[in-house]
């Protein structure tokens, strides 16, 4: 489900397992859908994975959309928007007739109340802030404009603003810490719907905001986000008609869900979007052993991803090269998959200093009650072995994976990055000034690659930006400093009795879903 569009790049991770228990409305104008755990919060400004931007999604909104198909600006919060000739003046007209969940005016005074939250070194937003760092002003012109200045032009500045979901000025400014503010579990947001309760391991309720004011008003009037972190109970309590939308396993989508009896009574949709996930192996750049490129290079020569493609995910995700979208342009296609070649890996491992007699050993994070991910950590600890290598795997809840990976205390982790909605800009990942706060976990610094990614920032050229992203694409693909393995497809299946369900490029939007 894509009711919206990603703000920054999301780090998404698998699922924590636990149990919980619930009960299902069956009015059938309440949609109930999962969560494989509990968001981290559910403050837009300091929330960093997925399932905390499912719910509140629905509950804050920006100043701007991305239409569906054309991923063109349209008007959300903001009626207009004016950029000036040189790209350096970015002023937004504000609507005049909207009302926070709480009945207070939504003012120019909220946007930029958001925008200082971001910039605030305090406030753990270190991941937004780097696409808003060349802002030198930003001001109220009167209680419905505001204007942004940069220091010199950016690619994403229209959507770096525009997508800024903004918070309440008058819910959070009132002395509280920002970071643990009551608000984050109990939003207040302008959005079709407002907060109603969570009750931690069990669910998430939303109903609909009857002052929202829009043409084009949901016809579902309740959402009910069930904790679920096991996804063959939620498959199981789907089939039941408990749950109106999950997303499917590769296994389910390929093995369980072509009978006639199924389709009879639910629809399956399947897409990959511009911002959908893919998942990698990050190598701890700051440990001596990954170091030495050749080791990575050995390791990416021990997994044929085709292979295992085939195997776990009965073909439906595509083995990737590169951090980029595979059918878009910043992906340099003749770059050739890392060949399977135990042989060649060996040669790389000993000219490195690593054989059977000094066997290179580490240990690899990864995320407990994913199939996948279970049964791709098994096959590689097999695969490495057969070069020599030890692998020690360590299974964690994701709460502690994230914290580890942010303390950059690993060796390896397997995770995942969704793309965000500001034109393939990769600097927060990538970049070397990301290495100590930001998102560049990994301890990455390249100088050549730096230089493009901040080449690409000033680029307005979409043929010539393409070209700077195809060769930041084969630096990275030159430097392995992550294993990329796939991108993967949405895979979802929903109640037949939801019509007017349409697949868009951002995949499918529930403002258009009506009910029987």
Known sequence: MKTKIVTGFIFVLFMLLQGCKWSVPKDPHVLVQTLGTDPETLNPVIATTSGAFTVYGFIYEQLIDLDPDTLKPVPRLATRWEVSPDRLYYTFYLRNDIRWHDGKPFTADDVLYTYQKIMDPKVDAAASRNYLQDIIKAEKVDDYTVRFTYRRPYIGALTAIGLMVIVPKHVFDDGQDFNSHPANRAPVGTGPFQFVEWRTGNQIVLKKFEGYNTTKPYSIQKMVFKIIPDTLTSFQLFKKNELDFINLTTLQWARQTDSAAFLKRFVKHKFITPFDPYNY?????????????????????????????QKLLFGLAYPITGPYYPFGNNYDKTLPPISYDIEEAKRLLKAAGWDEKKPLHFTLLFPGGGQFAEQLVSILRENFSRAGVKLELRRLDIATLFRLVEEHDFDAYLGAWGRGANDEDLYQIWHSSQIKEGSNYIGYSNPEADRLLEDQ?????????????????????EDQPYLFLYAFPELVARDKRFKNVKEHLVGLDMREWMVE
Do not use: M, S, T
Not at 457 to 477: A, G, M, S, T
């Open 281 to 309: 192996i990050g190598w701890n750049l700051r440990r001596p052993v990954f170091q030495d490129k050749r080791v990575r290079l050995a390791l990416a020569h021990l997994i044929d991803k085709a292979l295992l493609n």
């Open 457 to 477: 920032r000033r680029e307005f050229n979409e043929v010539k930006r393409n070209q700077i992203n195809q060769q930041i694409h084969k630096i990275l693909y």
